[in-house]
């Protein structure tokens, strides 16, 4: 059967959704996790030491920093996004928003370049990064809400795995970019031997900071094709109140109970995400912390985690289609809680308690690594595809901004929880172990989850 213009039409839209995820990545690969993160740890534990701690406390300080601060930002987007989403919904659109939040995504990587390697302005960065992160959350709730229009419900699972996976291999490819052009080592070159690019000055750390700019650069330059092909109907709906959004929001999540499943779901949904979240902001600051990484050898084992999350989401999508979302998700949840009781029993010289070769605690953290990786986008891309089972196009923004607050309402308590335990334990290993029960109550609640959504079958 030939191809109809309305075929092609929903082809290029669904590429151009695609591209989202392809411009959006480097924020949590290269900055986030990777890159910026663990630079931005080993800057304030030096700002720590510098005021007369020891190696240990001053680790799990600035651990415990990095761990408020993320809590903070994550509250921030949790009672906000339902509100900008019911805003877009009541007037039909939401174009306006995803432009003015890739600003702030823009602007927010772009001040990083400013970081000092001295820690002089060491909380103005941790707002450009809580900036940038914001943006790059709320465009994220906003493009999900296109997602129930792209196809069936059918088809929703292959096209969430899809765009995941397409999203970790633009990670693979800035943060391999990053890593051969900019990221300097401890010699001043890069892992490709060069010297970084545009003469940046190595005892400046300028490689490592122009990450910022270059992951805003990168956004820029690749969400033209989503602007271009992605197109949404004007309405003429009126205009919605700040005040009527969050009022339409009460009434919805009032309404939840008489939807158990979906709010189940969310309830669920928040605890492993929030469990998932935790791993990706603290992977790399652990492996600096606790295996003492250089950031170049962190970025190695990025590029590596985010090819195996490229291959995971790819397969998790058909593995949705083939038997829905739920299951996808119990799989993932279940690999993810013995890997991460596996990463908190690796030290330098011990896996487990027992003595093995050199080397074999950093190959078995990349190994970690990889399933960390691959489980977290099959988790993301079948939770994003249930969520869709779960609501309709008409109010779909809405819903994946309660959708966003469930992943985010919680999102103090995994850094807090690490927080805590760092401070408590003064260790920056055993300070990961509170993901291991956030997974464990998320995996509860989906039992009672229906796997077809509160919609007819």
Request: glycine fraction near 12%; proline fraction near 4%.
């Amino acid at each position: 059967m030939a191809e109809t213009s309305d075929d092609k039409a929903l082809r290029k839209r669904i590429w151009g959704w695609y591209f989202f995820d392809w411009a959006s990545q480097p924020y949590h690969t290269v900055l986030n996790t990777f890159i910026f993160g663990p630079f931005f740890v080993a800057i304030a534990a030096t700002y720590y030491l510098n005021q007369g701690q020891v190696e240990g406390i001053a680790d799990a300080n600035a651990q415990a920093m990095w761990a408020w601060t993320t809590a903070l930002i994550g509250l921030i987007i949790a009672f906000s996004a339902p509100i900008f989403g019911a805003m877009a919904d009541s007037t039909g659109r939401k174009m306006p928003w995803i432009v003015g939040f890739s600003a702030m995504y823009v602007l927010g990587c772009g001040a990083l370049w400013f970081t000092a390697p001295d820690a002089s302005n060491l909380f103005w960065m941790l707002a450009a990064f809580g900036v940038g992160f914001i943006g790059a959350e709320y465009a994220l709730i906003f493009t999900n809400a296109q997602l129930p229009g792209l196809g069936t419900r059918e088809q929703i699972g292959k096209i969430s795995g899809s765009g995941f996976a397409f999203g970790y291999l633009g990670g693979v490819v800035s943060l391999a970019i990053a890593l051969l052009l900019l990221v300097e080592q401890g010699n001043g070159k890069t892992i490709a031997g060069l010297d970084p690019l545009f003469g940046l000055d190595p005892s400046a750390r300028e490689g490592t900071r122009a990450t910022g700019p270059f992951a805003a650069l990168w956004f820029a330059l690749f969400m033209i094709p989503y602007f271009l092909w992605v197109r949404e109907v004007r309405t003429d709906q009126i205009r919605s109140s700040f005040s009527a959004a969050a009022a339409q929001v009460i009434t919805s999540i009032k309404g939840l109970t008489n939807r158990k499943s979906l709010g189940v779901f969310l309830i669920g949904s928040m605890f492993y995400r929030d469990a998932l979240n935790g791993l990706y902001a603290f992977g790399g600051v652990y492996a600096k912390l606790v295996l003492d990484w250089e950031v170049t050898q962190i970025g190695v084992f990025g590029v590596v985690a985010a090819i195996g999350a490229a291959i995971f989401s790819y397969i998790g999508g058909f593995a949705d289609r083939r038997f829905g979302p739920k299951p996808v998700i119990a799989f993932a949840v279940i690999v993810l809680m013995l890997v991460s009781l596996t990463v908190i029993n690796i030290t330098p010289t011990t896996i487990y308690g027992m003595t093995v070769a050199e080397g074999t605690p950093d190959l078995a953290f990349i190994v970690c690594g990889i399933l960390i990786g691959g489980m977290g986008g099959m988790l993301q891309s079948a939770s994003r595809s249930l969520m869709v089972r779960h609501t309709d196009e008409d109010n779909a923004t809405e819903y994946f901004g309660l959708y966003g607050l469930s992943g985010r309402a919680t999102a103090f308590l995994a850094p807090l929880l690490i927080g805590i335990v760092t401070t408590i334990t003064e260790s920056a290993r055993l300070g990961v172990s509170p993901v291991i029960v956030l997974f464990l109550i998320g995996l509860i609640l989906l039992a009672y989850v229906n796997k077809n959504g509160d919609h007819e079958t």
